[in-house]
């Protein structure tokens, strides 16, 4: 779950269903009602083929704005290394 908490709302990833079990990963706004529009779509995960898509970019845009990732997506992003890359463009912004 990816909070954000920005001046005009907050948004949060987390996983879509889709009918052939391949779940997408996006943003949307905390304030907006469950199955509500999402503000973007930043992956997918295929659980049965074992695949996995990240829009590293986008993720790290929104976790850089205060979002909150739920704790599947948190995982999915530690193995994909996301967090790593997070701390890594934070410390090169303090140099």
């Known amino acids: 779950m990816i909070k954000d908490h920005r001046s005009h ?9 889709s009918q052939w079990v391949v779940y997408r990963i996006v943003a949307i ?3 907006s009602r469950r199955e509500g ?3 973007r779509r930043v992956g997918f995960y295929d659980p049965i ?3 996995t898509y990240l829009n590293v970019p986008a993720i790290l845009y ?4 205060g979002a909150q990732p739920t704790g599947t997506v948190h995982d999915i992003s ?9 701390s890594f463009n934070q410390q090169m912004k303090l140099n």
């Open 49 to 51: 083929k074992n695949q």
């Open 29 to 31: 706004d905390v304030r």
């Open 62 to 65: 929104f976790l850089e704005k």
């Open 78 to 86: 530690k193995k994909a290394g996301v967090f790593m890359e997070l």
């Open 9 to 17: 709302g907050g948004s949060i990833i987390h996983l879509h269903l």
């Open 37 to 39: 529009r999402d503000l």
